[in-house]
C-alpha cells in the first residue's frame, strides 16, 4: 500500500531495511534524489521493498561513469563488467566499429561509444525491452540497436568490419538459474541469465560467429566465470582466435578475449 506523502527520510530508510535492503540509507538518498514527487517516491520505495532491483526502481544505473536508463524487465548491468570495458579500450583505443551483442540496455556499447569518439557502434539483443532501452542509451552517440538472435540482427555491412565485439553473454548453468539472488532470478529476463547446461551454449555460438565479422586484428571480449574460464578460453581457440584471459580480482571479474588474426 503506498506510503503517505511526503515521505521523510528516516521513514524511506525504515522500510527498506525492514525489506532486508543492506544499504538502506544510500538507497534511500538514491530514491529520494531521484524521484520526481512525492507519490513517485513512494511508488519506488514500494517496488523496492517488494524485491524489484535498485536500478529498475530508479529507471538508471551507474556504469563506467555514465547514467544508463533502464526499465523493469531489463538485465541490469553489473559493475564488474566495467573491467570488459576497460579491457576492449586497452586493446584497440582506436577502434572506429563497435558491436555489443547480448547488449541488455546497452550498457557496454554506450561506454565504448563515450569513449571512443566517433566510432560507428551497434548493438543487439533477442529482447524487444533490452533493444528498447539500448536505443535510448545510443541514441546520444549516435548508436544503432538491432533486434534478433546474435549475429542475425546486425546488417550485413559490418562483416569482416568489427573492431571490437563485446558480449555479455548469459553464463549461468540452467540448473543454478534457481540458486540466483531473487533480484535476478525474478525480476531480470530468463534470457540473459541462462547459459544452457554448463552455462557456455552462448558463448560458444558468439565465439564460432565471430571470425565472420571481425576485421583483421579485431577483438571480441566475453565475460565468465572462473570455474568456466578454462572452457571458454578453449571455445574461442577453437573458433581461429589467439585466446587469453584477464582477470581483476577486486571485481572478481573474469573476461575471455580473443583476436582474430
Same mark, same amino acid.
Request: aromatic content about 4%.
Given at each position: 500500500?503506498?506510503?503517505?506523502?511526503?515521505?521523510? +527520510?528516516?521513514?524511506?530508510?525504515?522500510?527498506?531495511?525492514?525489506?532486508?535492503? =543492506?544499504?538502506?540509507?544510500?538507497?534511500?538518498?538514491?530514491?529520494? /534524489?531521484?524521484?520526481?514527487?512525492?507519490?513517485?517516491?513512494?511508488?519506488?520505495?514500494?517496488? @523496492?521493498?517488494? /524485491?524489484?532491483?535498485?536500478?529498475?526502481?530508479?529507471?538508471?544505473?551507474?556504469?563506467?561513469?555514465?547514467?544508463?536508463?533502464?526499465?523493469?524487465?531489463?538485465?541490469?548491468?553489473?559493475?564488474?563488467? #566495467?573491467?570488459?570495458?576497460?579491457?576492449?579500450?586497452?586493446?584497440? +583505443?582506436?577502434?572506429?566499429?563497435?558491436?555489443?551483442?547480448?547488449?541488455?540496455?546497452?550498457?557496454?556499447?554506450?561506454?565504448? *561509444?563515450?569513449?571512443?569518439?566517433?566510432?560507428?557502434?551497434? &548493438? &543487439?539483443?533477442?529482447? +524487444?525491452?533490452?533493444? @528498447?532501452?539500448?536505443?535510448?542509451?545510443?541514441?546520444?552517440?549516435?548508436? @544503432?540497436?538491432?533486434?534478433?538472435?546474435?549475429?542475425?540482427?546486425?546488417?550485413? !555491412?559490418?562483416?569482416?568490419?568489427?573492431? =571490437?565485439?563485446?558480449?555479455?553473454?548469459?553464463?549461468?548453468?540452467?540448473?543454478? %538459474?534457481?540458486?540466483?539472488? *531473487?533480484?535476478? @532470478?525474478?525480476?531480470?529476463?530468463? %534470457?540473459?541469465?541462462?547459459?544452457?547446461?554448463? /552455462?557456455?551454449?552462448?558463448?560458444?555460438?558468439?565465439?564460432?560467429?565471430?571470425?565472420?565479422?571481425?576485421?583483421? !586484428?579485431?577483438?571480441?571480449?566475453? #565475460?565468465?566465470?572462473?570455474?568456466?574460464?578454462?572452457?571458454?578460453?578453449?571455445?574461442?581457440?577453437?573458433?581461429?582466435?589467439?585466446?587469453?584471459? &584477464?582477470?581483476?580480482?577486486?571485481?572478481?571479474?573474469? %573476461?575471455?578475449? /580473443?583476436?582474430?588474426?
Amino acid at each position: 500500500m503506498p506510503f503517505p506523502v511526503p515521505l521523510s +527520510p528516516s521513514a524511506v530508510v525504515a522500510t527498506l531495511r525492514a525489506a532486508g535492503c =543492506v544499504f538502506a540509507e544510500d538507497e534511500a538518498e538514491l530514491i529520494l /534524489g531521484t524521484a520526481r514527487t512525492p507519490e513517485e517516491a513512494a511508488l519506488m520505495v514500494d517496488r @523496492r521493498a517488494a /524485491g524489484l532491483p535498485l536500478e529498475q526502481v530508479l529507471g538508471w544505473a551507474e556504469f563506467h561513469g555514465l547514467r544508463v536508463a533502464l526499465e523493469p524487465g531489463v538485465f541490469v548491468p553489473r559493475r564488474r563488467t #566495467e573491467f570488459l570495458v576497460d579491457q576492449a579500450l586497452a586493446l584497440a +583505443p582506436d577502434a572506429t566499429v563497435v558491436v555489443d551483442l547480448c547488449c541488455g540496455s546497452g550498457a557496454l556499447g554506450a561506454a565504448l *561509444a563515450a569513449a571512443l569518439a566517433g566510432a560507428e557502434v551497434h &548493438a &543487439a539483443d533477442i529482447d +524487444p525491452a533490452a533493444v @528498447r532501452c539500448a536505443r535510448r542509451n545510443l541514441a546520444a552517440f549516435g548508436g @544503432r540497436a538491432h533486434q534478433g538472435d546474435l549475429y542475425g540482427a546486425l546488417p550485413a !555491412g559490418l562483416r569482416g568490419r568489427v573492431g =571490437v565485439l563485446t558480449a555479455n553473454v548469459p553464463y549461468v548453468p540452467t540448473a543454478e %538459474v534457481a540458486l540466483l539472488p *531473487a533480484e535476478a @532470478r525474478d525480476h531480470e529476463p530468463l %534470457v540473459a541469465l541462462d547459459g544452457g547446461a554448463d /552455462g557456455l551454449d552462448v558463448l560458444r555460438r558468439v565465439a564460432a560467429g565471430a571470425p565472420e565479422w571481425l576485421a583483421p !586484428g579485431g577483438c571480441l571480449l566475453t #565475460e565468465t566465470s572462473e570455474r568456466q574460464a578454462p572452457d571458454a578460453v578453449a571455445a574461442f581457440t577453437d573458433a581461429g582466435l589467439t585466446t587469453r584471459l &584477464a582477470v581483476s580480482d577486486e571485481l572478481y571479474a573474469h %573476461v575471455v578475449i /580473443g583476436v582474430l588474426p
